[in-house]
């Protein structure tokens, strides 16, 4: 195991993180899956602390995901969930922000529809931030969590070739792909429609293609994005049935990749619009592991913030060490 | 009241100065430049080694009174300007009322009367509450005092409806000032469309929802014969074709502001909203384009396009953060350091871009040293360096691009209408 | 930290260990539902030496856990190092079973409360332990250990350290004093 030190009290995202870090976490997380298999699948490890989910978007899956964790460490869970719309006339983000300070919360998992918003509010706020997703930045424990899945079935992420398919423009969940895999040696490969390739898009360490056979044809593994047409309405967005025949995952394109190639989705499914029941239900989906190392991740992120805010603290006390 | 300003290095573009003389200032006007001018019974400002030139004259600047002086007011935005070495501002007309009847000009003309703490000009809307729908009254504008005409913050879309503003201007004698933006391409972007944008999950403005504005507003100027202003030059393609607008002997000038020749799009990285305007910081090769133009001359003047907003509107989500800097304080400065501490312009050519060439733009007697012009001057030590610092900002709002950014060139005196109005640190 | 004194060498910590295994055995009878838990690191290599000791002396097996109590520690904020979370691995029901619990060095005493409170989220032994190379002193809680190679008197500010062969390259129990 890895040895560096976890000294960060927010996750913010993995564009930042070191190799040594995602490794850490990985490997954190490993320990913590041994626990949800337990009689008794909960450890104290969080006692006494209390995490609040403050949700400017809805999100059942993330938002469970974390309340399962927390409470698996034994943390308290406050559920909050802000209508957008209240909040652009009232309170400001700040504002949510230091109440829930005041209220003597430690941990706050923050969903928001607005990208940066969790590093405006991290800056803010001398809690423990955790990033469930901003707009269209990054989503880091979902990245984590799929990267987990990959290392746990593959063996290694080194050398792998992950192609992410989908609304590449509007992902979040494929940029910290993208930054998590390029870091641990994995090549990425971005498959989508070329209106859905964002400009600038160099940026990234990562392969574009607009031909998912292509893409297919190396990938050890396949991340699908959930498409969500309904988005937006001014840029361009292609036609559902066209997408669907030209990028959806389907049985016949899966024959033709590796034999072993892992499908991925982060959920919710749309069955029949970027990839097909047989696939989703098929021998090669990971969907529903992905849902069950979720939480495992989500322990480890939990647990490394809030014990590097506790030394944090301890260390402005001036709490002298002791062994 | 006489002034002697003795032994410093006089530059004024105008009259082609640049050596070591003495000012006499006479009641408000300039009454002699020369070499040691005998001290006769008159207050004396020893400025060896400092430079002594026309007070900045300012063409973009939002002052936001009436309507929003929980921003700025006629007074802080004018102290904030005496402090940055400028003494005329074109005040922009997004206020509330906008300034687009002679009535709201009355209403604006008495605050500054009141309040204004050095030369206040007034930019009317072109079309009426600046919705791009009805023109304003061209000519009773102009009688009323407005010196140029802008609905600054949002183009004209209608291209007969612009063609129009353009032909009135000119039989009136009144400057068109454009500010370019296509809003069905920017609309909804919040920063420079590109690898930053696309980096940080940021809604992108592209570079065409400018410079398409740009090509497009000169070409209905030229076909109706008039001229035009282009506000807040952001990026190379606009550059190009102001260039080739000008080559061509189109009646076209332009402005850009310090931020776009001193940042690039990098700096929204953090989603530090005082890094969002409009237009966006855009990147490297841009700033480079807009230094080039300033040396080409392609662009005449630098304006701050000073927009200032309260915490409440900048301490938000980057998506919901109101677009603007503060740039008062700072743009004179920021001229010294990035362009003549660089080598980029000479201090004459600086001097030309902030006060010469926005007078003559304005067709306003301001800008120059020359004897019997108005005693509007500032007096610099152009080696002295400073920080902005937030708590020392005088403008009523802090949002600055600048904050803790290391500056080179300190105003040491502000005259104003041939009064010391400022003296580093204490206004008077 | 400064080496101050070794207190015991290779061969005096194999005698003691094999001494420890004899007691384990006499007390429990024998090696019918015994099983070994070590606590992370050096107790689990400790616990395997004593699950070898064990069989030179009976010729059988006993199963060996490995614990790591990171996650129910009380004063993680006040460890110099960030704490690295480690596997625990009881591949086994410790349910009913005679469980020995095994770590280098008794101190404060709050390890091995720590250490009780994990084994008891994994079942309900008949009966838990506590074996442990080294007893220094200065509890802090009730607690004391069943089986002890020896009892090391120290003051407060001296360490304790043990050394093993498999995590630091020897054997040894050196009393030193923080710097």
Same mark, same amino acid.
């Given at each position: 195991?890895?040895?560096?030190?976890?000294?960060?009290?927010?996750?913010?995202?993995?564009?930042?993180?070191?190799?040594?870090?995602?490794?850490?976490?990985?490997?954190?997380?490993?320990?913590?899956?041994?626990?949800?298999?337990?009689?008794?699948?909960?450890?104290?490890?969080?006692?006494?602390?209390?995490?609040?989910?403050?949700?400017?978007?809805?999100?059942?899956?993330?938002?469970?995901?974390?309340?399962?964790?927390?409470?698996?460490?034994?943390?308290?869970?406050?559920?909050?969930?802000?209508?957008?719309?209240?909040?652009?006339?009232?309170?400001?983000?700040?504002?949510?922000?230091?109440?829930?300070?005041?209220?003597?919360?430690?941990?706050?998992?923050?969903?928001?529809?607005?990208?940066?918003?969790?590093?405006?509010?991290?800056?803010?706020?001398?809690?423990?931030?955790?990033?469930?997703?901003?707009?269209?930045?990054?989503?880091?424990?979902?990245?984590?969590?799929?990267?987990?899945?990959?290392?746990?079935?593959?063996?290694?992420?080194?050398?792998?070739?992950?192609?992410?398919?989908?609304?590449?423009?509007?992902?979040?969940?494929?940029?910290?792909?993208?930054?998590?895999?390029?870091?641990?040696?994995?090549?990425?490969?971005?498959?989508?429609?070329?209106?859905?390739?964002?400009?600038?898009?160099?940026?990234?360490?990562?392969?574009?293609?607009?031909?998912?056979?292509?893409?297919?044809?190396?990938?050890?593994?396949?991340?699908?994005?959930?498409?969500?047409?309904?988005?937006?309405?001014?840029?361009?967005?292609?036609?559902?049935?066209?997408?669907?025949?030209?990028?959806?995952?389907?049985?016949?394109?899966?024959?033709?990749?590796?034999?072993?190639?892992?499908?991925?989705?982060?959920?919710?499914?749309?069955?029949?619009?970027?990839?097909?029941?047989?696939?989703?239900?098929?021998?090669?989906?990971?969907?529903?592991?992905?849902?069950?190392?979720?939480?495992?991740?989500?322990?480890?992120?939990?647990?490394?913030?809030?014990?590097?805010?506790?030394?944090?603290?301890?260390?402005?006390?001036?709490?002298?060490?002791?062994? | 009241?006489?002034?002697?300003?003795?032994?410093?290095?006089?530059?004024?573009?105008?009259?082609?100065?640049?050596?070591?003389?003495?000012?006499?200032?006479?009641?408000?006007?300039?009454?002699?430049?020369?070499?040691?001018?005998?001290?006769?019974?008159?207050?004396?400002?020893?400025?060896?080694?400092?430079?002594?030139?026309?007070?900045?004259?300012?063409?973009? *600047?939002?002052?936001? $009174?009436?309507?929003?002086?929980?921003?700025?007011?006629?007074?802080?935005?004018?102290?904030?300007?005496?402090?940055?070495?400028?003494?005329? *501002?074109?005040?922009?007309?997004?206020?509330?009322?906008?300034?687009?009847?002679? !009535?709201?000009?009355?209403?604006?003309?008495?605050?500054?009367?009141?309040?204004?703490?050095?030369?206040?000009?007034?930019?009317?809307?072109?079309?009426?509450?600046?919705?791009?729908?009805?023109?304003?009254?061209?000519?009773?504008?102009?009688?009323?005092?407005?010196?140029?005409?802008?609905?600054?913050?949002?183009? *004209?879309?209608?291209?007969?409806?612009?063609?129009?503003?353009?032909?009135?201007?000119?039989?009136?004698?009144?400057?068109?000032?454009?500010?370019?933006?296509?809003?069905?391409?920017?609309?909804?972007?919040?920063?420079?469309?590109?690898?930053?944008?696309?980096?940080?999950?940021?809604?992108?403005?592209?570079?065409?929802?400018?410079?398409?504005?740009?090509?497009?507003?000169?070409?209905?100027?030229?076909?109706?014969?008039?001229?035009?202003?282009?506000?807040?030059?952001?990026?190379?393609?606009?550059?190009?074709?102001?260039?080739?607008?000008?080559?061509?002997?189109?009646?076209?000038?332009?402005?850009?502001?310090?931020?776009?020749?001193?940042?690039? !799009?990098?700096?929204?990285?953090?989603?530090?909203?005082?890094?969002?305007?409009?237009?966006?910081?855009?990147?490297?090769?841009?700033?480079?384009?807009?230094?080039?133009?300033?040396?080409?001359?392609?662009?005449?003047?630098?304006?701050?396009?000073?927009?200032?907003?309260?915490?409440?509107?900048?301490?938000?989500?980057?998506?919901?953060? $109101?677009?603007?800097?503060?740039?008062?304080?700072?743009?004179?400065?920021?001229?010294?350091?990035?362009?003549?501490?660089?080598?980029?312009?000479?201090?004459? !050519?600086?001097?030309?871009?902030?006060?010469?060439?926005?007078?003559?733009?304005?067709?306003?007697?301001?800008?120059?040293?020359?004897?019997?012009?108005?005693?509007?001057?500032?007096? *610099?030590?152009?080696?002295? !360096?400073?920080? =902005?610092?937030?708590?020392?900002?005088?403008?009523?709002?802090?949002?600055?691009?600048?904050?803790?950014?290391?500056?080179?060139?300190?105003?040491?005196?502000?005259?104003?209408?041939?009064?010391? =109005?400022?003296?580093?640190?204490?206004?008077? | 930290?400064?080496? %101050?004194?070794? #207190?015991?060498?290779?061969?005096?910590?194999?005698?003691?260990?094999?001494?420890?295994?004899?007691?384990?055995? /006499?007390?429990? %009878?024998?090696?019918?539902?015994?099983?070994?838990?070590?606590?992370?690191?050096?107790?689990?290599?400790?616990?395997?030496?004593?699950?070898?000791?064990?069989?030179?002396?009976?010729?059988?097996?006993?199963?060996?856990?490995?614990?790591?109590?990171?996650?129910?520690?009380?004063?993680?904020?006040?460890?110099?190092?960030?704490?690295?979370?480690?596997?625990? /691995?009881?591949?086994?029901?410790?349910?009913?079973?005679?469980?020995?619990?095994?770590?280098?060095?008794?101190?404060?005493?709050?390890?091995?409360?720590?250490?009780?409170?994990?084994?008891?989220?994994?079942?309900?032994?008949?009966?838990?332990?506590?074996?442990?190379?080294?007893?220094?002193?200065?509890? /802090?809680?009730?607690?004391?250990?069943?089986?002890?190679? %020896?009892?090391?008197?120290?003051?407060?500010?001296?360490?304790?350290? #043990?050394?093993?062969? /498999?995590?630091?390259?020897?054997?040894?129990?050196?009393?030193?004093?923080?710097?």
């Amino acid at each position: 195991m890895t040895n560096t030190a976890w000294t960060r009290k927010d996750l913010l995202g993995l564009e930042d993180l070191s190799r040594e870090e995602i490794e850490l976490i990985l490997a954190t997380a490993e320990t913590f899956k041994e626990v949800s298999t337990r009689e008794i699948k909960k450890v104290p490890a969080l006692r006494g602390k209390t995490v609040v989910n403050l949700f400017f978007e809805p999100s059942t899956r993330t938002r469970v995901s974390f309340e399962v964790a927390a409470k698996r460490l034994s943390a308290d869970v406050i559920n909050i969930a802000v209508e957008t719309s209240s909040v652009k006339k009232g309170e400001t983000l700040i504002d949510t922000g230091t109440n829930i300070q005041a209220l003597k919360a430690d941990i706050i998992v923050m969903r928001h529809n607005c990208s940066g918003a969790a590093q405006v509010f991290a800056q803010h706020v001398d809690l423990s931030v955790v990033n469930a997703g901003d707009g269209w930045h990054e989503h880091p424990t979902q990245a984590l969590l799929d990267i987990f899945t990959l290392k746990e079935k593959l063996g290694k992420i080194e050398g792998l070739n992950v192609t992410i398919v989908g609304d590449i423009a509007h992902s979040r969940v494929a940029r910290s792909n993208i930054w998590g895999l390029s870091k641990l040696g994995a090549k990425v490969t971005v498959c989508a429609p070329k209106m859905l390739i964002p400009a600038g898009f160099e940026v990234f360490p990562a392969q574009v293609t607009h031909n998912l056979d292509e893409a297919l044809a190396k990938a050890d593994a396949v991340n699908v994005l959930r498409m969500q047409f309904e988005r937006d309405g001014q840029t361009a967005f292609p036609e559902q049935m066209e997408y669907f025949r030209n990028f959806g995952i389907t049985e016949e394109r899966i024959a033709k990749a590796k034999k072993n190639i892992l499908v991925m989705h982060p959920g919710p499914l749309n069955r029949g619009i970027e990839i097909s029941s047989e696939v989703a239900d098929g021998q090669n989906s990971v969907i529903l592991e992905q849902v069950t190392n979720g939480i495992a991740v989500r322990m480890a992120v939990l647990f490394l913030v809030a014990q590097a805010r506790d030394r944090k603290n301890a260390i402005a006390n001036k709490k002298r060490p002791r062994n | 009241m006489r002034l002697l300003i003795k032994n410093g290095r006089v530059i004024d573009p105008a009259s082609k100065t640049d050596e070591i003389l003495d000012v006499l200032i006479d009641n408000s006007r300039i009454a002699n430049i020369s070499k040691d001018i005998k001290n006769g019974s008159s207050q004396i400002i020893d400025a060896t080694g400092k430079i002594i030139i026309p007070g900045i004259v300012d063409m973009h *600047v939002h002052l936001r $009174e009436p309507g929003r002086e929980d921003k700025e007011t006629v007074l802080t935005g004018t102290l904030a300007a005496l402090k940055g070495g400028v003494t005329s *501002v074109l005040a922009m007309a997004n206020t509330n009322p906008a300034m687009d009847c002679p !009535e709201s000009l009355d209403i604006l003309k008495q605050i500054i009367k009141k309040s204004a703490k050095c030369n206040v000009y007034i930019c009317a809307a072109i079309t009426k509450k600046r919705q791009g729908r009805e023109l304003v009254n061209i000519a009773r504008l102009k009688k009323s005092g407005a010196v140029a005409l802008s609905d600054d913050g949002v183009s *004209v879309d209608e291209k007969v409806l612009f063609s129009k503003a353009v032909k009135k201007a000119k039989q009136s004698g009144i400057l068109i000032i454009c500010h370019c933006e296509d809003l069905r391409l920017s609309g909804g972007g919040v920063m420079n469309l590109g690898a930053v944008s696309t980096r940080l999950g940021l809604k992108g403005i592209p570079r065409e929802s400018e410079y398409k504005r740009v090509e497009r507003d000169i070409i209905l100027a030229k076909e109706t014969l008039g001229s035009v202003h282009i506000a807040h030059v952001s990026c190379k393609e606009s550059v190009d074709i102001i260039a080739q607008a000008k080559k061509k002997g189109a009646k076209v000038t332009a402005e850009t502001a310090p931020h776009y020749f001193t940042l690039t !799009e990098e700096a929204v990285s953090g989603y530090n909203t005082n890094m969002k305007m409009n237009p966006p910081l855009r990147t490297q090769a841009d700033r480079q384009a807009i230094i080039e133009g300033l040396k080409s001359g392609v662009i005449d003047a630098i304006a701050s396009d000073h927009a200032p907003h309260t915490v409440n509107e900048k301490d938000v989500e980057f998506d919901r953060a $109101e677009f603007g800097t503060i740039g008062l304080e700072t743009s004179l400065s920021l001229g010294i350091t990035e362009l003549v501490d660089k080598n980029i312009l000479t201090w004459p !050519e600086l001097v030309k871009k902030f006060c010469l060439n926005p007078s003559k733009i304005l067709k306003i007697d301001k800008g120059t040293l020359r004897a019997g012009a108005d005693a509007d001057i500032a007096i *610099v030590s152009a080696d002295k !360096e400073w920080t =902005v610092d937030k708590k020392a900002l005088i403008s009523k709002s802090k949002n600055s691009s600048f904050l803790g950014r290391k500056l080179k060139g300190i105003v040491e005196y502000t005259i104003c209408r041939g009064e010391i =109005v400022y003296k580093y640190g204490i206004h008077r | 930290m400064k080496d %101050k004194a070794q #207190v015991l060498d290779q061969e005096t910590i194999s005698r003691t260990l094999m001494r420890i295994a004899h007691e384990i055995l /006499e007390k429990n %009878k024998g090696t019918d539902d015994l099983c070994l838990v070590g606590i992370r690191n050096r107790g689990v290599y400790l616990a395997n030496r004593l699950a070898e000791c064990i069989r030179k002396i009976e010729g059988k097996d006993v199963l060996v856990g490995a614990l790591d109590i990171t996650l129910y520690r009380d004063d993680l904020t006040l460890i110099a190092e960030q704490p690295i979370v480690h596997k625990t /691995e009881i591949d086994f029901d410790i349910n009913d079973k005679n469980l020995i619990l095994v770590d280098d060095v008794l101190f404060t005493g709050r390890t091995i409360r720590a250490a009780l409170d994990a084994l008891i989220d994994f079942g309900r032994p008949r009966s838990i332990q506590l074996a442990v190379l080294v007893d220094r002193g200065h509890r /802090e809680l009730p607690i004391r250990a069943d089986f002890a190679g %020896k009892n090391i008197p120290t003051s407060a500010n001296e360490r304790v350290e #043990v050394r093993l062969e /498999e995590t630091d390259g020897k054997d040894e129990v050196v009393l030193g004093e923080d710097d």
